[in-house]
């Protein structure tokens, strides 16, 4: 805790205050008894605080930053560097580093001076699949003493860290009119600048130079350009139920948590296969990012589902439809990425299947984090679990009235997913 | 992992003891009261730098402070008196800067934060060592001192009076 008045000014610490109240107090009783020998114990006292506040720099001082994010799998290792600018020591830099709470710490996170450069080193473990938002570290320039700090200039950006099951990376070129009983996408072929070569035609003036087959052109005696087919596998959407349910917010947070970093991943997935892929965001409202690809459109993705937060005024599921339709083309093949726990999220299936997509569900499910919080028998133990799977059991065969279900409780792995998206058949997948 | 000696702070921990155990045998208590007392105070600041909380750790010198204060205040008047207590109050100073918490070197870099209130506890005892003693002398130092406390409010008012502008030159502008 600091009094501060504000970014550029100096900051008292509690410890300056411990100092000018002690001071202040023994010089009043100095007064008061007559006795100047504890004048001289609150001299140092009171000056000290001013001292140290003519060492600080006169404003705040800039350093460099740079970090990075390693380690694959749930690994993950952060190190970066910040480096003050003449006139401030690394010493005098104050890191701090917030973890993300979907990430755990496998030791302390370290912010070590050495030879002028304060070294970050954290070692973390995501435990379930995640997209976790870094924050920059707090960094502040304190004397030695601890009676001043300065704001520090220059840090700044997020890292965002994405942990998904690695199945999804031979997901592969998918062609989605084979992932759902209902008509779907088909395969498409477009004709463009881009892909393998497709045949020849006559050249219009608009044709780049480098279009022309200038071998060809002299054989046939007209100009004629190259044409390229762009084989697409379609396209598709990616929906992310973020309304909270009668779960409570502590496992809706996880698995909203789990079900951004499946998105992410499935969506990397197949942007690397080129399809074009939109996201949907399902709070209140229906937060859109449209069908594109590219990689640029991967971070566009990823910076939407990083601030994806669970809406505690669930939208009606019509509403959710009716957007659908507004920002993406019907017939396009959608995602669902929903826990189905509750009325509402089952609801959402129906309607968008009325609004004329075809559905798949990819349904992060609830049963291991539902634990008794009241002690119970061996026995009534096993019969409450057996209740609980009974339920998730129903509301899955309920949303299998509309669109294949993938239940996905092993949060590890993803492997069910791909597939059951790689291997259609007309069954369940547990 | 900070080392049990770097927690410890030997110069301030040594320092302290040493000022505090002889104001404390010097008190007007009884000396082994008067040492306990001081003892206690250096004890509970050393054990609260081991705590695990960051804001224990913070306020850690308090006790220290509370126990040179009551050894301060029962002390007898005399210039050994007035100078062990100025010299409690720089190595409180001292423990503060070695610092477990942060990097090794604090005393080196804090030498200005040192310096300065020694500078002033070593003019302060030199005059009441060598100027002619009595009330007269009392009252200006004690004025003295209600004028350094109004500043220091000021200066907590106002951090601003710190600041600098930053120096823009005609190419970064550009």
Redesign the interface.
Known sequence: MTLRGGRGELAWTPRTFLFLGAGAGLLVLAVALRDPVPLFLGLPLLVAPAAAALSAPRADPRVGFAWREEGDGGDVRVTGAITPGSGTLAEDLVVGIRRPPSLQANSPELAQPTSGVVRLGCEWVATEPTIAVVPPPSVVWRDPAGFVERNVRGVDGELVIVRYPPELTRLGALHFDRTTVLPGETRSRRLGANGEFFGLRLAVPSDPPRRINWKASARAGRLLANDYALERTGDAVLLLDARATELGPEIDERLLSIARAATQGIAEALLRSKARVGVGIFGEFLQPVPLAMGSTHRLRIRSALAAARLSTQPGPPERCAIAMRRYFPPGVTVILVSSLAGDASGSLVPYLRYRGFPLLVLSPSPVPFLRTTVPLEPADDALANRLIALDRRAQLARAWNDAPVVDWSEFGSLGAFVEFVRRPAHRRVA | MTSIGRRLGPAGLVGSAAVAVLLGYESSLSPPVGVAIAAAGVVATAAMRFGRSPGVR??A??PM?VA??VV??T?P?SAL???W??L???V??VW??D?PD??P???T??A??I????L??GI??SS?LLLPGG?LT?GI??AL??L??A??AV??GR??L?????VTSYGDRE
């Open positions: 913070e306020l010198i308090g402070l040179l204060a301060t205040i002390a008047l008196s007035e100078l207590a100025g409690g109050g720089v409180a100073i503060l800067v610092d942060r990097a070197g604090g005393i870099r804090g200005t934060t310096a300065i209130p020694a002033a506890v302060a005892w009441a009330t009392f130092t004690a001192l209600v350094v406390l500043g220091v200066l907590l951090p601003d710190f600041d600098r502008d930053e």
